[in-house]
C-alpha cells in the first residue's frame, strides 16, 4: 500500500467515515475536520508509519495531497526546511 | 424572592439507567453491587463495585462522537437527556444566555487517565492520545451537556469529592434564586472503577469487601458495617424559576428551597459534628422550614464506622427530639458511593420519594448499632407524605453540601 493509500485509510478510520468519501483531492474542510480532528489524524499517521511530524510542516496540513505530500518527504528523510519556512511564513505559501 | 422549581430528572446508575427503575429497584431493596467485570480484580483486596453493568458506548452514541467522551462524560450526557426530556422544555434561542449548567466531578475522566498512563509508564509509549487532555478535564459533561443543548448562561463544574453534586445543585440552585440564570441543568457524573482508583481506595481501608456476598456488602448504620462500596453513574435535574415553571405549566416535582454549604476545616477524611450540622440548619433555614417539617433525610450513609456514627449524632444534634421522629435511609446500599455523581443520584431517589410518597429503604441492615439508634428505615420501603426532605453530602476535605426540597401542594 502506498502512501496515499494508506493516508486515506487512516482519515476514513479516524473520522469515522464511509469507505470512499476520502480521496487524494479532498481538503480538510470538505472533510468536516477541524483542529482538533487534525491532531488526532496526525497523531495516528504518526503512529502509523513510526515518524515524528514537525508542528511547522503539521500547520500547513489542510487536505489530503498536502499531507500525502508532507508525510512523504518526511518518510524519505528529505529536506523540509521549505515546508518550516513556508510554515512560519518566510516564503510565500503555495497555492493549495 | 424568586424561587426554584425542580421539573425534571435524569439518572444513570447501577441500580437503574431511568428514573422508574431506578426507584422501583431502590424501593425493593436490589442492590446492583457485584464483582468487578470492567477489568479483572483479582489482584485486589477488594473485588467489588456497583457497575453500570453490561453498558455498551455504541448504543448511545456515534462513534465520531465517543472519540471525546470519557465514561464519566457519556453519563453526564445519557441523565442530562433524560432531565431535559422528562422537563418537557423546549429552550427558545433567546432563553440560551439565561440557560447554564453545573455538574459534579470528583475524579474526571479517569478510565482515559488510566489507560494513557498504563501505556506512558508500563508501555514505554512516548506520546499521549491528543483527545487525552479534552477527556480528561474535569468540566468535560458540563461543557458537553452545554454544546448538547446550546446552554450559553453560567456554567461551570464543581469538584468537591463526595458533594460535588449537591455543591453543583446547590450553585445551579442559587444561579436562578438570585438572578443570574432562569433554567439550568445540575448534577454530577463519576465513572471512577479502574483498576488505580480502586487501589487507591483500597489503601485508605475504608472499602468494605464483601467479596463473597457483593449485594450485602455495604451495610449503612448497621452494627456491622464495614466501609463503602464505590459506584458510578450520573443524576442531573432540569431546574428552573418557578414562574417559568408555572407559565409554561410544567409538572413541578417539588421546590428546591435551600442549600447549606459549609466547610470543617478540621481534618483532611475524618468528618466533623459541627461542619455537617451548620450545613444542615442552613438548608433548613434558607427555605424557612424547622426540623418538624422534615419527613425525610437521604443520608450520606456511607457505610464506614466514622461516617455513619458522625452523621448519627449530627441528626441529633440538629433534630433533637424530632431525630427519631424523621425518616432516614442511605441508598447507598445499593448504588454504592458513585463519587462526585453520588448526591445527584441521592437527589433523584429523595425527589421521588417526595413526589411518590415512598420512602427507598437502607438495604442490607442486620442489627442495631447502640450508638446509631434512629429509623434507619431498614430493608423496607415505607409508605410516608413527605413534606419536606433533606438530601446530605459530606465530603473528603470536609466540604458539606445540604439540600432541602419540598413537595408544592
Known amino acids: 500500500m502506498n502512501v496515499a493509500d494508506k493516508v486515506i485509510e487512516i482519515i476514513t478510520r479516524e473520522q469515522h467515515l464511509e469507505p470512499g468519501t476520502v480521496s487524494i483531492d479532498s481538503t480538510f474542510a470538505e472533510l468536516g475536520i477541524d483542529s482538533l480532528d487534525g491532531v488526532n489524524i496526525l497523531f495516528a499517521l504518526e503512529e502509523e508509519f513510526k515518524i515524528d511530524i514537525p508542528d511547522a510542516v503539521a500547520q500547513n496540513m489542510k487536505s489530503v495531497r498536502q499531507v500525502v505530500d508532507s508525510l512523504t518527504r518526511v518518510i524519505e528523510g528529505k529536506d523540509i526546511a521549505d515546508l518550516v519556512a513556508m510554515a512560519k511564513g518566510d516564503a510565500p505559501a503555495q497555492a493549495s | ?409
Request: proline content about 5%; aromatic content about 8%; some cysteine.
Open chain 2, 1 to 409: 424572592m424568586r424561587r426554584v422549581a425542580v421539573t425534571g430528572l435524569g439518572v444513570f446508575a447501577s441500580t437503574g439507567r431511568d428514573a422508574e427503575s431506578f426507584f422501583s429497584n431502590l424501593v425493593n431493596a436490589r442492590s446492583a453491587i457485584r464483582r468487578i467485570t470492567l477489568f479483572d480484580p483479582s489482584a485486589l483486596s477488594v473485588q467489588i463495585a456497583a457497575e453500570v453493568a453490561d453498558y455498551c458506548p455504541t448504543d448511545h452514541f456515534p462513534l465520531k462522537r465517543l472519540d471525546l467522551l470519557d465514561r464519566f462524560a457519556q453519563f453526564g450526557l445519557l441523565a442530562a437527556e433524560q432531565a431535559m426530556k422528562s422537563s418537557g422544555i423546549e429552550v427558545r434561542d433567546e432563553e440560551r444566555p439565561r440557560f447554564g449548567v453545573v455538574m459534579g466531578s470528583g475524579m474526571g475522566g479517569v478510565n482515559t487517565f488510566d489507560s494513557g498512563y498504563f501505556n506512558l509508564y508500563a508501555k514505554q509509549a512516548t506520546r499521549l492520545h491528543p483527545f487525552t487532555i479534552p477527556k480528561i478535564m474535569h468540566n468535560a459533561p458540563t461543557s458537553q451537556i452545554c454544546m448538547e443543548y446550546g446552554a450559553q448562561g453560567p456554567s461551570l463544574t464543581t469538584a468537591t469529592a463526595c458533594s460535588s453534586a449537591g455543591h453543583a445543585m446547590g450553585e445551579a440552585f442559587h444561579m436562578i434564586k438570585y438572578g443570574m440564570a432562569d433554567v439550568m441543568l445540575a448534577g454530577g457524573t463519576d465513572a471512577p472503577i479502574t483498576y488505580g482508583m480502586m487501589r487507591g481506595w483500597e489503601s485508605v481501608r475504608v472499602l468494605a469487601t464483601g467479596n463473597g456476598d457483593p449485594s450485602r456488602a455495604c451495610r449503612p448504620f448497621s452494627a456491622d458495617r464495614e466501609g463503602f462500596v464505590l459506584g458510578e453513574g450520573a443524576g442531573v435535574l432540569f431546574l428552573e424559576e418557578m414562574e417559568h415553571a408555572r407559565k409554561r405549566g410544567a409538572k413541578i416535582i417539588a421546590e428546591l428551597a435551600g442549600f447549606g454549604m459549609t466547610s470543617d476545616a478540621s481534618h483532611i477524611t475524618q468528618p466533623s459534628i459541627i461542619g455537617p450540622a451548620r450545613a444542615m440548619r442552613l438548608a433548613m433555614d434558607e427555605a424557612g422550614v424547622t426540623p418538624q417539617d422534615v419527613d425525610y433525610i437521604n443520608a450520606h450513609g456511607t457505610g464506614t464506622q466514622l461516617n455513619d456514627l458522625t452523621e448519627t449524632q449530627v441528626i441529633k444534634e440538629v433534630f433533637k427530639e424530632d431525630a427519631r421522629r424523621v425518616a432516614i435511609s442511605s441508598t447507598k446500599s445499593m448504588h454504592g458511593h458513585a463519587m462526585g455523581a453520588t448526591g445527584a443520584i441521592e437527589m433523584v431517589a429523595t425527589l421521588m420519594a417526595l413526589d411518590r410518597g415512598v420512602i427507598p429503604p437502607t438495604a442490607n441492615y442486620t442489627r442495631p448499632d447502640p450508638q446509631c439508634d434512629l429509623d434507619y428505615v431498614p430493608n423496607q420501603a415505607r409508605e410516608k407524605k413527605v413534606r419536606a426532605a433533606l438530601s446530605n453530602s459530606f465530603a473528603f476535605g470536609g466540604l458539606n453540601a445540604v439540600l432541602l426540597v419540598r413537595r408544592m401542594e
